[in-house]
């Protein structure tokens, strides 16, 4: 039997990890990951107390400030009073978490629906799987965006556009149909954002023009594609923002075939962008809507799936329908309706998008200066920082990749003081800095953060 020594030194740590770990997760992207030691607000801390400014918070879960005081109270208070129930059984905590957000989804959707939850974004994606193609009638094929992320299990990896997560595993069912998203940046030259948006969904609806482009049946009057999984702003693809209208009009398209549309909130959903749920800056009703990650500002695993009545309502989706032991925790179920509580009684729909204009200006002002600054774009504070080349468009990832090393080295001077910075990496050709802040970010910090992106982009664009 393992017996651990009471104190091990990183260098220890590290050897334990190179025999024990496995290193199928994301930690082993860069060479020697670092160790945090703790965190607070909008900073991870070292083993020698040296704070890392977080521009990425735990890819957008922890939304409001790590230990956040309200939510890690929340978490003691169900610790000693239900922490653990067999999800056979009803508690409070889950009934009123369901209620809050169905009845939320009914105010701003106008439909009636209900909610079932899991423990993570990918598992929810998979509860929805279920849910569409038994609502279709078995049907398996789904379209999907060209840098869609939709999670890396089986069925998520399929409707998932990056051929890596698959190559080596195969995949659950029918691969999904990728369409291409108006990706302004890196789309036809002499195209407005609105113009490449209605290009895109003009070319989605010539699929249904003739049998033979395989997607319709016109004497049965069927298509042979189940549901649409978008995400209302692309996360792992780079933080793609589309038009306005656009899911306006792709929604005429998907309505006039019969195909139902799967909104995936996990990364965008409680608040990122200004909203609880991104698709509300669109316009559009979604069937289905998936949420996950922040929703317990990262203290429990939990996640869920919002559906309209008629597709999981208990008669067409009855007890045993999909099951998950943690499906519902008490810890989680109960952070979470603090969460959604707490966000609720602040001014989020206007704080975020003041201070992700502000952040924003400050990214446009880099960006005039650093020509290796290709492009910026945010909506709330969900922002983009794309990394080019001098020629202010060619990919360079090799910056992007040195950004983020240099930035854990934790030796960036800032009035006196060493700091180091968290980026992630995102986008088509990972050349794309994605920056989701705490909500709570202020004003000094955010110019803080501005300081610290010229610091590294100094040193690494000379490098």
Not at 65 to 76: D, E, F, I, M, Q
Not at 228 to 235: K, R
Not at 297 to 308: C, F, I, M, R
Not at 414 to 438: E, R
């Amino acid at each position: 039997m393992y017996d651990a020594p009471a104190a091990l030194s990183e260098a220890e740590l590290r050897e334990l990890d190179a025999q024990y770990c496995s290193w199928g997760d994301t930690v082993h992207y860069v060479d020697r990951p670092k160790f945090f030691e703790t965190c607070d607000g909008s900073y991870m801390f070292d083993a020698e107390g040296r704070a890392y400014f977080d521009l990425q918070m735990w890819y957008s879960t922890v939304n409001f400030g790590y230990r956040n005081p309200r939510l890690n109270a929340v978490a003691h208070r169900q610790l000693d009073h239900l922490p653990q129930a067999a999800s056979q059984h009803l508690h409070r905590e889950k009934v009123e978490l369901a209620a809050f957000i169905a009845r939320g989804a009914e105010a701003r959707f106008g439909a009636k629906g209900r909610v079932h939850f899991n423990v993570g974004g990918a598992q929810a994606v998979e509860d929805s799987l279920k849910l569409v193609r038994n609502a279709a009638g078995g049907k398996s094929r789904m379209f999907a965006f060209q840098g869609g992320y939709h999670g890396r299990t089986l069925g998520a990896s399929a409707i998932t556009s990056s051929y890596r997560y698959r190559r080596r595993f195969g995949h659950f069912g029918d691969r999904a149909h990728f369409v291409e998203f108006p990706y302004a940046f890196r789309g036809p030259k002499g195209m407005t954002k609105e113009e490449y948006g209605d290009k895109c969904v003009r070319d989605f609806a010539r699929l249904f023009e003739s049998e033979f482009q395989g997607v319709y049946d016109f004497k049965a009057e069927e298509a042979e594609f189940a549901a649409f999984y978008v995400e209302p702003i692309q996360g792992t693809g780079g933080y793609v923002i589309p038009p306005l209208n656009f899911f306006i009009e792709l929604k005429k398209v998907l309505d006039q075939y019969g195909i139902m549309l799967v909104v995936d909130e996990v990364q965008m959903g409680i608040y990122r962008t200004g909203k609880l749920w991104a698709i509300e800056h669109f316009g559009v009703q979604p069937d289905v809507l998936v949420f996950g990650k922040s929703v317990t500002n990262g203290l429990n695993p939990l996640s869920g799936v919002w559906a309209k009545e008629a597709l999981i309502n208990p008669t067409v989706f009855p007890p045993g329908s999909t099951h998950s032991t943690f499906n519902a925790n008490p810890m989680g179920t109960a952070v979470a309706l603090e969460t959604l509580r707490m966000a609720a009684e602040g001014d989020y729909e206007t704080t975020v998008p003041a201070k992700g204009a502000y952040f924003l200006e400050g990214l446009r002002d880099l960006q005039t200066r650093w020509p290796q600054i290709g492009d910026v774009d945010g909506l709330g504070l969900a922002l983009r920082c794309e990394l080019c080349e001098a020629d202010g468009f060619t990919p360079n990832k090799a910056l992007m990749d040195r950004m983020v090393v240099e930035g854990l080295k934790g030796d960036l001077e800032v009035g006196g003081k060493l700091m180091g910075l968290i980026l992630n990496v995102g986008g088509y050709h990972k050349n794309v800095i994605t920056l989701a802040p705490s909500l709570d970010i202020t004003h000094s910090e955010i110019d803080l953060a501005l300081t610290l992106l010229e610091s590294l982009l100094r040193r690494c664009v000379a490098s």
